[in-house]
């Protein structure tokens, strides 16, 4: 395969949001806490986020630091940093992401350094800031990102074999309508609010084509901590 094994790890609620209210029961919380065994039993290479989650996790909306000239930058990829145990990749097609250094600590997994997918919309600004923090970048697309011509070139350029997209409904959504998720794997937690505005797992979005529902078939379902339940699912391939 030329790409990563693909899977798609979630904490939910009953009523399949990711985020909103829920997220402070303890019945949340042992959901995140079987997360984090969860994301250890796939032991990723990379994982993937949205500028959005990214934001709200990580650069915590501050603004990137940019010239106020910048000379013209080639429009190719950029390879800081190889070999690493752990890398972060963020779907960024404007460029918009602050960051601070290049690579992130979460949840006592190992320092995961920074990998930006980018758009020919990104300015040349941005790309001599990410050059100056040594932070590697794909050009995957003109107006929107590509997400089958990114994961190929994760595994050409940084020989990620197992990528986790963890992302907002959105992303996980262009994901799965590119066909790109093995493997989908949630863990529920006995708990629902029933906000019709916080986002699900997969929400798709009007500028994009839209090929279909997604099937799936199971793979196991475990009861674990408090009433969660982690289910494994399969992508069911047409053939």
Not at 17 to 40: H, L, V
Not at 172 to 181: C, M, R, Y
């Given at each position: 395969m030329d790409r990563p094994y693909i899977v798609c790890l979630m904490s939910t609620s009953l009523?399949?949001?990711?985020?909103?209210?829920?997220?402070?029961?303890?019945?949340?919380?042992?959901?995140?806490?079987?997360?984090?065994?969860?994301?250890?039993?796939?032991q990723p290479q990379a994982w993937i986020n949205g500028r959005v989650t990214v934001d709200e996790n990580f650069t915590f909306y501050e603004k990137p630091d940019l010239a106020a000239e910048a000379a013209p930058i080639p429009h190719e990829d950029h390879v800081a940093l190889t070999g690493q145990e752990n890398y972060l990749v963020a779907a960024d097609p404007s460029g918009r992401l602050g960051w601070k250094q290049n690579y992130v600590e979460y949840a006592g997994r190992p320092k995961a350094y920074v990998i930006e997918l980018l758009t020919e919309q990104v300015s040349d600004a941005y790309l001599a800031f990410l050059q100056e923090m040594q932070i590697s970048y794909l050009f995957v697309g003109k107006d929107?990102?590509?997400f089958t011509l990114a994961v190929q070139k994760l595994k050409k350029l940084f020989g990620i074999e197992k990528l986790k997209l963890s992302?907002?409904?959105?992303?996980?959504?262009?994901?799965?309508?590119?066909?790109?998720?093995?493997?989908?794997?949630?863990?529920?937690a006995p708990v629902a609010d029933g906000d019709p505005n916080t986002p699900t797992v997969f929400e798709r979005s009007k500028k994009l084509p839209?090929?279909?529902p997604v099937r799936f078939t199971l793979k196991s379902a475990e009861p674990v901590k408090d009433g969660c339940v982690w289910l494994r699912y399969l992508a069911k391939r047409d053939v």
């Open positions: 009523d399949g949001k990711i985020t909103g209210s829920y997220m402070d029961t303890p019945e949340a919380e042992s959901s995140f806490e079987e997360y984090e065994r969860a994301n250890q039993f796939y929107t990102l590509d992302g907002g409904g959105i992303l996980n959504w262009s994901f799965a309508n590119e066909g790109l998720i093995d493997e989908l794997s949630l863990i529920v839209y090929h279909g």
